[in-house]
């Protein structure tokens, strides 16, 4: 199944799912009297959140756009998670819109709407299953050549993919190495013969032509015989990573990594997004609790309410990062991380690290720009000196700008660096966000932001 069939089938789900969710929504309407849902406006609105609540839900969950989403239990699992959400959003909606809503209303929804998932989900697991067996979907393929990438072939085939079964695999024995997981039916020349007595659909080659010249004339009796052949090539001889390729007038061009922020649209979404949200909280919240950390600040200790530091930012250019202060005066404040037990650390600012009030004034610094809602943590410009000494990749988190909060925060990455492991792990997870950014995963991760900040997290101090 191509990547086109793949987005049809995703979108024809995703609206049946849709669709399932209104039904219930208008027969509820009908048959719960007492609701009056059709004539009352605050009905109006509860369907629209909950259509609403679904879909920021399964985008969440990665509900239909994950890659083993035909995988009965995998995908099972996330519409079972991806259902809570949308109850949780769902309930606080109602608990904060104090409107009287029928509650055998709003059972028959929720209780209605999870019985059509559970038809839904097993019912496509059935179809898919007779779509494969009566109309032949699945194809046979046969794999050439023994290394890394074959291996991963054969497993992604076997372990993701319902529609492809591999019938064989082709190498020169003195290629190989016994290996009982990888079935090798037989040498390079006997690729055509099994492939006509088996009915392949298939051929993919992860051999170089240019060590095999004879793969050019094994490719024309495949298409001869109106059998598909592909080439798998190995760019791991040239750079020993993941790389993406993108076409220039139909030019390759490969790249060490995908960055959509790259993208300039997604640039301004996300720019957009920045300035929206940071006058939020600037509006409501920062304009009332500013006098009073003020207050507290100046009780605990002397000095300034803000603490001010040259921080590294986009492409590594310093900007003036903005904090609440949550250490007594000292002489070490731009040169030593702040420490479990620190006795720098006021009353006040060790509440405030705690739950990261102290980080709030960096909304300032999102509204001018210099930051992100979410991005990775600005370092002091002399750790980012001494970072960059110890792990080579450290500079490439600043192709983005820096965060408020960032995907290493919300997965236990933040805090003292206390060893090199510690360093690589959060550097690791600050690239998977430059390269997997989407809109989603910022609100993502303010959320889960949000949620540490209520249950308290133990690197933070």
């Not at 004879?214 to 190995?234: C, G, I, M, S, T």
């Not at 995908?258 to 300039?264: A, R, V």
């Not at 301004?268 to 939020?280: E, G, M, P, T, V």
Request: overall charge positive; hydrophobic content about 45%.
């Amino acid at each position: 199944m191509n990547k086109l069939s793949y987005v049809f089938y995703r979108t024809m789900l995703w609206l049946w799912d849709i669709f399932s969710l209104n039904l219930v929504l208008i027969l509820a309407g009908f048959f719960v009297e007492r609701a009056e849902a059709f004539s009352q406006a605050p009905y109006h609105v509860f369907f629209a959140v909950i259509n609403l609540a679904w879909i920021a839900s399964t985008y969440l969950t990665g509900l239909y756009l994950a890659q083993d989403w035909l995988d009965f239990e995998g995908f099972s699992k996330r519409t079972i998670k991806a259902y809570l959400i949308t109850l949780l959003i769902l309930f606080f909606f109602t608990f904060i819109y104090h409107f009287p809503y029928s509650r055998l209303y709003i059972l028959v929804v929720v209780g209605g709407f999870a019985g059509l998932l559970t038809i839904n989900r097993i019912a496509f697991n059935i179809l898919i299953f007779f779509l494969r067996s009566r109309f032949r979907l699945q194809k046979n393929v046969v794999i050439l050549g023994y290394n890394d990438n074959s291996k991963r072939l054969l497993r992604y085939f076997r372990e993701e993919s319902k529609f492809v079964h591999v019938a064989g695999c082709f190498e020169d024995e003195e290629r190989v190495i016994k290996d009982e997981n990888f079935p090798i039916k037989g040498n390079l020349n006997e690729v055509m013969p099994f492939v006509l007595e088996n009915k392949v659909t298939e051929i993919y080659s992860t051999l170089a032509p240019e060590h095999f010249p004879d793969l050019y004339e094994l490719a024309k009796q495949a298409e001869n015989q109106f059998v598909h052949f592909r080439f798998v090539p190995d760019y791991k001889i040239f750079v020993n990573r993941n790389i993406y390729v993108d076409f220039i007038d139909n030019i390759p061009v490969l790249s060490l990594r995908n960055e959509p922020l790259e993208d300039t649209g997604n640039r301004i979404k996300k720019r957009l997004f920045d300035i929206a949200f940071s006058s939020l909280v600037i509006v409501f919240l920062l304009s009332w609790l500013i006098p009073i950390i003020a207050i507290l600040i100046k009780l605990s200790s002397k000095g300034p309410v803000f603490f001010t530091q040259m921080r590294s930012g986009k492409s590594n250019q310093p900007f003036l990062c903005i904090k609440f202060r949550s250490l007594r005066m000292n002489d070490d404040a731009n040169k030593k991380q702040v420490t479990r037990n620190d006795d720098r650390v006021t009353k006040i600012g060790r509440f405030m690290r705690k739950t990261n009030l102290d980080e709030l004034p960096q909304f300032f610094n999102v509204f001018m720009g210099d930051m992100s809602v979410v991005g990775p943590r600005p370092h002091m410009l002399k750790h980012t000196e001494d970072f960059a000494n110890i792990y080579k990749q450290y500079m490439i988190r600043h192709f983005v700008k820096p965060g408020v909060t960032g995907w290493a925060q919300v997965n236990g990455f933040r805090g003292e660096i206390t060893d090199n492991l510690f360093l690589k792990k959060r550097i690791e997870h600050d690239i998977w966000y430059m390269e997997n950014w989407t809109l989603m995963l910022d609100m993502k991760i303010i959320l889960m932001t949000a949620f540490l900040s209520v249950k308290g997290d133990k690197n933070a101090f």
